[in-house]
Every structure is written in structure tokens, then in C-alpha cells.
Nanobody
Framework: QVQLVESRGGLVTAGSSLSLSCSASVRAFSRYAMAWFRQAPGKEREFVAA????????YYADSVKGRFTISRDNAKNTVSLQMNSLKPEDTAVYYC??????????????????WGQGTQVTVSS
């Protein structure tokens, strides 16, 4: 069983930066790919970024590429999302997610088995 807990989000103005982190309570964290998703009101949950278990590869949604950076620290069982140049359209609840052990990262939220509780990020114009 994997338990995921995101850090608090926040309210920021457009152009600002914000960093989210996710702590995982699981043995062998280094064997799990990790991802961030977000969901705005009335919209489907959408992929933001993902990272392989060994940080060898990262993947980003086109809408955040060049602005967001995903990283992980396997020694600390954490995955982070650095968000720069935030836009009002980035406003959403952000979720940390993990697929089954050894599974590759995916852009489809249905491929993920474990989810954090979500944290609100609001970007004002």
C-alpha cells in the first residue's frame, strides 16, 4: 500500500512560482514511477508531469512544458513539482499519484493506483 501526502498549495499571482512536494509512505519508493495530475472545476483530471523510478526520464504536458519541473529524491521518498511562470489557467487541485510497482509512468490517470488527497493551487491574474 502506498500513501501519498501533498504539501499545501496556495494562492499566488500570475507569473509567480510555487513548489509542491509529495511524501510517500511505502517501502521501495525507488521502484515506483511518480506523477502529478490536476483537476479544475468541471474538468477531467489531466496529466501534468511524470518521472520514472530512477529519475532517468521525465514527461510533461504541453501546457506546462518549459515552466514546470518534476523531480524526486528516493532517499527521502519525495517527489516535487516546481512551477514557474504560473498562469490563471494553472488553477486546479493538484494530485500526486503512483502506478503499480515497476509500472511505467503514463499520461492516463486511470493507469494510477495510488493518489494523494490533493492540494489547491490558485493563480490570480
Amino acid at each position: 500500500q502506498v500513501q501519498l501526502v501533498e504539501s499545501r498549495g496556495g494562492l499566488v499571482t500570475a507569473g509567480s512560482s510555487l513548489s509542491l512536494s509529495c511524501s510517500a509512505s511505502v517501502r521501495a519508493f525507488s521502484r515506483y514511477a511518480m506523477a502529478w495530475f490536476r483537476q479544475a472545476p468541471g474538468k477531467e483530471r489531466e496529466f501534468v508531469a511524470a518521472i520514472t523510478s530512477n529519475s532517468g526520464s521525465t514527461y510533461y504536458a504541453d501546457s506546462v512544458k518549459g515552466r514546470f519541473t518534476i523531480s524526486r529524491d528516493n532517499a527521502k521518498n519525495t517527489v516535487s513539482l516546481q512551477m514557474n511562470s504560473l498562469k490563471p489557467e494553472d488553477t486546479a487541485v493538484y494530485y500526486c499519484a503512483a502506478p503499480k510497482i515497476f509500472a511505467a509512468p503514463a499520461m492516463d490517470f486511470r493507469k494510477y493506483d495510488y493518489w494523494g488527497q490533493g492540494t489547491q493551487v490558485t493563480v490570480s491574474s
